[in-house]
């Protein structure tokens, strides 16, 4: 026989075997990875099994749901009530709106002044985040026994309740830096401190795209020197 043939086929023999234990080796891999792969699942599927099965887990999940139905009833019940909203009242409703509800925020404007649509504009962006505060408007022209019991001699004037009972005011733009380009947050901001509304957790935070969007756009300066009335 050809010497060069029979190394010829040696080689081609050895290589085969080569390839032949390659695969079995390979076999093996994926076998031992399937096996792996289904007790994990197994063991997945026992520990949340347990994990259902857990009796701290359902009471966490039973308060959850219960504080989350309280909490939908507190909201309904003060949305009845005229909260998640900015609206206009009328002097012979005054009354009845601020001592009917825990908090409220008043807003005492003129029509005509640019400033009190600025501040209309970041009060109505305000009103439905805060639901546990009133919010409301009366025109200062229409209610003057209530202007003059309560002191209004600039507006806007943005009158703070707890209970029934003024307790703070803004005046003007005096508390907001003057200027008439202030953003929504930083009058949240200064409601906050003055404990009329309360500062929203992180995953309260879905409900106004619109808000975020005003906290960040500010209006436009206004250049009317009478923006203010006394």
Do not use: W
Request: glycine content about 6%; hydrophobic content about 35%.
């Amino acid at each position: 026989m050809d010497p060069d043939a029979v190394k010829s086929t040696l080689s081609n023999l050895a290589f085969g075997n080569v390839i032949a234990a390659a695969a079995r080796d390979y076999k093996k891999e994926i076998l031992a990875q399937e096996k792996l792969k289904s007790s994990s699942s197994f063991n997945e599927e026992v520990d949340l099994d347990e994990l259902m099965d857990d009796p701290e887990l359902e009471k966490l999940h039973a308060d959850r749901i219960a504080a989350l139905k309280k909490e939908a009833e507190k909201r309904e019940a003060l949305q009845r009530k005229g909260h998640g909203e900015y609206r206009e009242i009328s002097e012979g409703d005054f009354l009845g709106e601020v001592t009917g509800t825990e908090k409220v925020i008043c807003h005492f404007y003129h029509k005509e002044f640019y400033r009190c649509k600025i501040m209309d504009k970041h009060l109505k962006s305000l009103a439905p985040r805060h639901v546990d505060t009133k919010f409301i408007k009366l025109d200062a022209e229409n209610a003057p026994f209530f202007v003059a019991k309560l002191g209004v001699k600039t507006l806007p004037c943005v009158m703070l309740f707890s209970k029934g009972i003024a307790i703070d005011r803004l005046v003007g733009f005096q508390d907001i830096g003057g200027k008439d380009d202030f953003a929504t947050r930083t009058l949240e901001i200064i409601l906050i401190k003055k404990g009329i509304i309360s500062e929203k957790k992180d995953n309260e935070d879905d409900e106004d795209d619109d808000y975020h969007e005003n906290s960040q756009r500010t209006v436009r300066s206004s250049t009317n020197p009478d923006s203010d009335s006394d």
